[in-house]
């Protein structure tokens, strides 16, 4: 008899809460996702086409993974699949943004699925019978897409759904990507920006797309109006799709705009399978240390800091760097690097090809109490920071459990002892310790002694013991 007032009152809360979003000029599925974390309350998981397959990846590849991620990786949380980026191109290269690209679209200048690749698409279908795959298997579907307006919808001024506006009332042709040729920019003073994006986000919505991966938005150049516009756009579909940006670095600065508008935005440059880089494109490993500590503390339910995704595995048939390949790095750098992003409470979007998984690859990826301080920590930050040497530490969310992750950025093997005074914990505790990569406990302690291997980690769970039984070693 109560449930109904309850259920008036709720709605009502709901319908002034997106009211004043719309007068703030906030779009209603980030206002839903800011006061009750709809979208993206923990970080997302799931696997992005790019690492593997460039801008190549077709339909049936596409299922193959989704197909795995469901039989092997769900019951661990991964939830998302992504097509990377041109989707809509007929004769793609890896690497992709080649001038002589080719492009498939609709009557109202909008990207559609390349029908040579994805044969669903056919007759109009777009994404929606692939989505409709994805969703059948209890997955998310996402998609990678370009700020603007391609270039060739402009050049035969199409006309834009659902207006009386045409392409070259949107663009902006002064405005491209730097490194990318296919599209122009928007020209966020005129009103047939907006309703451009409005009409590419109904496509979306009407596919069934979870995920939005933005791209050449967030840094080289940072466009603030274009992430808005979409983000406005996204959410007058009324479809709760969590939006991506991309690439890396965005702006510590822009950081408040951000959270308003997107559930993702990444950190840095493509990290890839090295250690350290010397140039811009691609990153390393190694080089991710700075960049996380940076943005330490601002994760939060609904807005993720995006450390970038995993390239482990087998990076092939046609990986969007390099030649097919597994993964360069060693298993300890394996580990240090799943660690690092988990520690963070990175997004997680494994890279390699799924069903070329090993054994190694696959333990990685299932190790559920790793996992567990990538979803379900707080408190997340550094505690020692060296050139050799970083410890950090989080607080579990739900027990008297604490998180240890202290990283060797040396080339050999090192020693680690160090007081719990020293990383930020109550010194008059012993602590009972479990190995969360071995899965082991490994007995209580009152200090910290352990040797690490070189790029190496060791992940504590530690809680309070009673009593003082020896010495962790």
């Not at 449930?3 to 709605?11: D, M, N, T, V």
């Not at 059948?136 to 001024?157: C, T």
């Not at 995704?309 to 300890?332: C, I, Q, S, V, Y």
Request: with cysteine.
């Amino acid at each position: 008899m109560r449930e109904g007032p309850l259920r008036s009152r709720c709605a009502l809360i709901t319908a002034l809460l997106l009211a004043a979003a719309a007068k703030a000029g906030e779009s209603p599925s980030q206002a839903s996702a800011d006061h009750s974390s709809v979208l993206a309350e923990t970080p997302p998981m799931g696997w992005n086409s790019w690492d593997a397959y460039g801008t190549t990846v077709k339909e049936t590849q596409f299922k193959a993974n989704a197909q795995w991620l469901a039989d092997h990786l769900k019951s661990s949380g991964w939830q998302y699949v992504v097509v990377d980026m041109e989707w809509f191109v007929t004769n793609p290269v890896p690497a992709g943004n080649s001038a002589n690209s080719q492009f498939s679209l609709d009557d109202h200048g909008r990207f559609t699925p390349a029908i040579n690749r994805f044969p669903s698409a056919a007759h109009g279908a777009g994404f929606k019978p692939l989505a409709d795959y994805v969703h059948a298997l209890g997955l998310k579907f996402g998609i990678h897409i370009l700020r603007g307006i391609p270039k060739v919808a402009v050049e035969m001024n199409l006309p834009i759904e659902g207006s009386s506006f045409r392409a070259v009332d949107a663009a902006d042709t002064r405005d491209t990507c730097p490194w990318n040729p296919d599209n122009y920019g928007i020209d966020s003073a005129e009103p047939a920006a907006q309703v451009y994006y409005d009409s590419i986000a109904r496509l979306y919505a009407s596919w069934g797309v979870d995920l939005v991966k933005a791209d050449c938005i967030s840094s080289r150049p940072y466009k603030g109006d274009d992430i808005r516009m979409l983000s406005l756009a996204l959410g007058k579909t009324g479809r709760p799709i969590v939006l991506s940006l991309s690439p890396g670095a965005a702006p510590v600065e822009k950081l408040d705009e951000m959270r308003r508008y997107a559930q993702m935005w990444r950190i840095s440059d493509d990290v890839w399978d090295l250690w350290h880089s010397s140039v811009d494109y691609p990153q390393g490993l190694g080089d991710q240390f700075p960049r996380v500590t940076k943005w330490a503390g601002y994760s939060e339910p609904g807005h993720w800091p995006d450390a970038d995704m995993l390239p482990l595995g087998f990076l092939g048939p046609a990986p969007g760097w390099g030649k097919p390949r597994w993964t360069g790095l060693t298993h300890d750098e394996q580990r240090t690097l799943l660690t690092l992003w988990c520690m963070f409470r990175s997004p997680l979007m494994m890279g390699g090809d799924l069903p070329s998984n090993d054994a190694w690859t696959t333990s990685l990826l299932t190790n559920s109490e790793v996992i567990a301080v990538d979803q379900h920590s707080t408190s997340s930050h550094p505690v020692i920071t060296t050139d050799k040497r970083v410890v950090w530490v989080s607080r579990a969310v739900s027990k008297d459990l604490q998180y240890l992750a202290i990283f060797n950025l040396g080339d050999a093997s090192s020693k680690f002892e160090y007081s719990w005074k020293e990383l930020g914990l109550e010194t008059s505790k012993t602590y009972r310790l479990r190995d969360l990569w071995e899965r082991r406990n490994v007995g209580t302690a009152k200090s910290i002694s352990v040797t690490v291997p070189a790029h190496g980690v060791v992940l504590y769970g530690i809680s309070p013991a009673p009593g003082n039984e020896g010495r962790f070693r």
